[in-house]
């Protein structure tokens, strides 16, 4: 049963141009959301994180917007750079719990 | 942000050995760690959750005596592949959380070939 989803395994985008990447999910014990970038043969990396008492999440070009209603966030990076091409996975968790779910991911690239 | 670290970064082992796999937290105390296994192509997959002192919790479907962990310090976690196949072929990634945090960390990740 997945429960974070990211329909999207591709995208890309021009270089200076806006990337974003969604994800759903359906359980409502979720609390905290995270984004992670991946590089092959790496492991992740930790990108920007949100609680569910906000709406908006902003470091430097990276945004995080959630919709708690939709259940729904997504992750803005403006301007994409090429060195943004990578595989981004969202997460989510029950904040004090071990629980840890990850979607599937999405490829980005960004194109010079 | 926390740095965690796993080591060796790449090993090959002949089938029917065991391999260890460290996982350590550099510059925070870690009461929990996590093993993921990554298949290709596909989500990180959690295996097993690694308490301090205690036993670690086996997500369903992963043979607890195949995959031994033992997480003897607050920064040091490890995974023993023990009686490796060819299957067991993967990449293994570590995860910590900082205490009281949602935030979890991993480390590079470790590339286990079975020959």
């Known amino acids: 049963d997945q429960q974070v989803k990211q329909n999207s395994p591709s995208l890309s985008v021009q270089e200076g141009r806006i990337s974003i990447l969604n994800c759903d999910y359906t359980n409502s014990m979720f609390d905290y959301f995270l984004w992670y970038k991946k590089y092959p043969a790496e492991g992740p990396t930790f990108l920007i994180s949100?609680?569910?008492?906000?709406d908006k999440n902003e470091d430097g070009r990276f945004t995080v917007f959630l919709n708690k209603s939709a259940k729904h966030l997504s992750l803005h990076i403006v301007p994409s750079q090429p060195g943004d091409s990578a595989v981004y996975f969202c997460a989510a968790t029950a904040n004090t719990g071990n629980q840890f779910y990850f979607g599937t991911g999405t490829s980005l690239t960004v194109i010079p | 942000g926390a740095v965690v670290s796993q080591h060796p970064s790449r090993v090959i082992c002949k089938s029917g050995t065991s391999v260890k796999i460290e996982c350590r937290s550099l510059d925070f105390q870690a009461t929990t760690m996590f093993w993921y296994r990554q298949f290709p192509k596909k989500s990180l997959m959690l295996m097993a959750t690694s308490n301090e002192g205690s036993k670690a919790t086996y997500e369903q479907g992963v043979e607890k005596d195949k995959f031994l962990i033992n997480h003897a310090s607050l920064t040091l976690s490890t995974l023993t592949v023990t009686s490796a196949h060819p299957e067991d072929s993967s990449f293994y990634i570590c995860s910590a959380r900082l205490q009281g945090h949602g935030t979890r960390y991993f480390g590079p990740g470790t590339r286990l070939t079975v020959t």
């Open positions: 949100i609680s569910s008492i906000k």
